[in-house]
């Protein structure tokens, strides 16, 4: 089924919180290592502004359907990072766009390319790139849908679990955006499944790379899915990617995870 951008647009909004019972946090605080994994969800997602701002400069701000959905994929994401910094607030953790920003400029000249970088990609690929844009989307929503479940599942904190599982209920509608959109353009280029292929299999890596340290990568990752159960669930991302024409056989994620460190002993 298509996916219908003018629903979207019109009924997006940002997610609920102030209706949770924060307080609960007091007598029922989250661990230490939990307010790890949940500051590093929290800065990724405040980074989205920064994604947005690369595509901008690419094939893709040139299509209605992928503009009006980023606008609004953008302003959801933002208040995903609200919510999860006020969850890090209550437990004494402050989080506030000068820390970002400044996180930002030590990436230093990366940071200042990326936009450049993107855009010589962009036009010499031309529209094919959007679909390249499009499954790399759905491949960063299916591992954020995924994340945020497992945190859920893991802590088992009530507050908490309500939250991501909220924020998981409309990363789904991003996904479903992504895929939808990713699967009917590289239905009809050959050349757009074959740069999706060599980009994922060659550049893809968990959400955060490139912005958080190594360590923080390699600490989220296997905090959420360093067990049996967390493998199958990067496994079943795996899935979805491997059904969209071309791109079957790939085991991007896994391969990543495991590169961390994640996965390696347990049964395949």
């Known amino acids: 089924m298509a996916f219908d ?3 979207y647009t019109s009924t997006s909004e940002s997610v609920n919180w102030r209706d949770l019972a ?3 946090f007091a007598d029922n ?3 230490e290592h939990t307010l790890r994994s ?7 997602e405040y980074h989205t502004v920064c994604y947005l701002r690369d595509m901008l400069v690419t094939p893709s701000h040139r299509d209605d359907d992928v503009s009006a959905f980023m606008t609004m994929w953008n302003r959801e994401e933002f208040w995903h990072g609200e919510a999860l910094a006020d969850v890090l607030g209550a437990h004494g953790v402050s989080v506030d766009f000068d820390e970002l920003k400044a996180k930002r400029i030590r990436l230093g000249w990366k940071d200042r390319l990326d936009p450049v970088k993107q855009s010589l990609m962009g036009n010499i690929v031309g529209k094919d790139f959007v679909a390249v844009h499009m499954i790399w989307g759905a491949v960063n929503e299916w591992s954020a849908i995924a994340a945020y479940n497992r945190l ?3 802590e088992k904190h009530p507050v908490l679990a309500e939250l991501l599982r909220r924020i998981a209920k409309q990363e789904a509608r991003h996904v479903a955006f992504y895929a939808s959109q990713a699967r009917e353009r590289l239905a009809v280029s050959k050349k757009a499944q074959i740069l999706a292929r060599l980009a994922l299999s060659k550049a893809w890596r968990p959400v955060g790379s490139g912005i958080m340290a190594d360590d923080e990568v390699t600490h989220v990752m296997k905090h959420l899915f360093g067990s049996d159960s967390g493998i199958v669930e990067i496994q079943k991302i795996d899935t979805h990617v491997a059904k969209l024409p071309g791109l079957q056989g790939l ?3 896994e391969d990543a995870m495991r590169a961390h460190g994640v996965g390696v002993g347990l049964a395949a």
Do not use: G
């Not at 949940?38 to 990724?44: H, K």
């Open 38 to 44: 949940l500051r590093y969800m929290c800065d990724v």
């Open 29 to 31: 605080p989250l661990p």
């Open 5 to 7: 951008i003018t629903k």
């Open 251 to 253: 085991t991007i994620v």
């Open 22 to 24: 924060f307080e609960e």
């Open 152 to 154: 859920a599942d893991l």
